[in-house]
């Protein structure tokens, strides 16, 4: 098939041998500058895109979607079933379940630790949390008492490591809601049998969270049948703001909604202002491949000066002088372009499923840097670059079907 003269003349330029082998210096280091901006943003942005989803799904599976509490910590929802049945026939709620959770002190034969105990509904009344169908050891099949007469308890990995507990260990639970002596408040303490240990993939949940059932729970906490927060679920995600007005109305007098966004707002903000940083500040990595293109590109117009005017006294037209020029700088943004997809999509492949780069878990919540490339990432830095690479052939292309044949030609 026959190349289309300005692409034929334009792959000449660009692959014959120079004079100035220094216009193809420039020309290279453009390809590579193009290609090294590329590859930089397909990296950085599935290296957010992986922070974002992974602690999104285990933020998600660690917490609900919508939690409806009181306004006013009081004395907690008494009338929590009648709300339970009028939550869950709100639109798009999947499943609701009651919590009742506070903070104790955890000892085991290593160490004392401080966290959270949570009481939850058993498998038999509700599914269980997405937490605790990660078991790293033990089992969850119920509620039911363990022998010894010990309820059961569920530890994540990280608290069951610093209390040294172990399955079928049996742990202390002291909790601040003791008793009253004529000394002063008393710790109560209470045995728990560990059944299982988790691990959610999610530092602070492992690290602090443990869950037993409700009524345990409530008498660790010397309440009645009540609760501290009904857990909903929905279909949708990204409903969660409209949803949390809804059920905030449906829940009644004194209640009120909160939802997993405006939980963890300063992280989902932090991440979406370190994107935008990062598009910024790599995206001047295509600013100097443009400045390279740009150069090479008027240093070739200067030596092709005496081609042009051949060409234009041949009856070549000023308008394909120009494309021929814009067709330089595009095979060069194609070319960088081409090669910075390819290898930054492979080192974020490997990247991830060989987890090369490994973090502080209890400082970052996460034990690696997980890279999520995505796809349609691809289509907007493919047309930013070439768009960039468009932008720069513009002035040489200009400069070249200025060039006049008779003054050009006038002393050869």
């Known amino acids: 098939m026959q190349l289309p003269f300005e692409l034929f003349v334009a792959l000449r330029y660009l692959m014959a041998k120079r004079k100035q082998a220094v216009i ?51 004395y907690g929802i008494q009338d ?13 709620v999947t499943k609701v379940t009651p919590a009742l959770y506070s903070s104790v002190m955890f000892s085991g034969p290593v160490q004392s630790a401080g966290g959270y105990l949570k009481g939850i509904q058993g498998p038999s009344e509700a599914p269980p949390p997405e937490a605790l169908r990660r078991l790293k050891s033990g089992s969850f099949t119920g509620w039911e008492t363990t022998p010894g007469g010990y309820p059961p308890i569920l530890l994540g990995s990280h608290l069951a490591q610093q209390t040294g507990m172990r399955v079928n260990d049996i742990i202390r639970i002291l909790s601040p809601q003791g008793e009253l002596t004529p000394f002063g408040p008393r710790l109560a303490e209470f045995r728990f049998r560990v059944t299982g240990i988790f691990e959610s993939g999610f530092f602070d949940l492992d690290n602090s969270w443990a869950f037993a059932s409700l009524p345990s729970v409530q008498k660790v906490l010397s309440v009645a ?88 006294s041949m009856g070549t037209r000023k308008q394909q002088i120009g494309r021929i020029f814009i067709m330089q700088g595009l095979l060069i943004g194609i070319t960088g372009t081409i090669i910075g997809l390819i290898t930054g999509y492979t080192l974020c492949y490997f990247a991830d499923s060989q987890q090369w780069i490994r973090l502080d878990e209890s400082v970052y919540s996460l034990s690696f840097v997980p890279f999520h490339p995505r796809p349609l990432d691809a289509v907007w830095i493919t047309a930013t670059a070439l768009g960039v690479s468009f932008l720069a052939t513009l002035y040489p292309a200009r400069a070249a079907t200025r060039i006049a044949p008779a003054e050009a030609l006038r002393y050869e």
């Open 80 to 92: 929590w079933r009648k709300k339970l049945a009028t939550l869950g026939k709100l639109p798009h």
């Open 24 to 74: 193809s210096i420039i020309t290279l280091i453009s390809v590579i500058g193009v290609a090294a901006g590329v590859m930089a943003l397909v990296i950085s942005l599935a290296i957010n895109a992986g922070f974002r989803n992974t602690l999104q799904q285990n933020l998600l599976g660690a917490t609900a979607h919508v939690v409806v509490m009181e306004k006013q910590p009081e």
């Open 225 to 312: 049948d009540v609760i501290n927060a009904i857990e909903l679920h929905i279909d949708d995600i990204y409903q969660a703001p409209a949803m949390a007005e809804a059920a905030a109305k449906a829940a009644g007098k004194g209640l009120g909604a909160t939802h997993w966004m405006e939980q963890n707002r300063q992280l989902l903000n932090a991440l979406r202002m370190e994107k935008v940083v990062t598009i910024i500040t790599i995206g001047l990595i295509q600013l100097v491949a443009a400045l390279n293109i740009l150069i090479s590109l008027i240093m070739m117009v200067m030596e092709k000066h005496r081609d042009i005017a051949i060409l234009l």
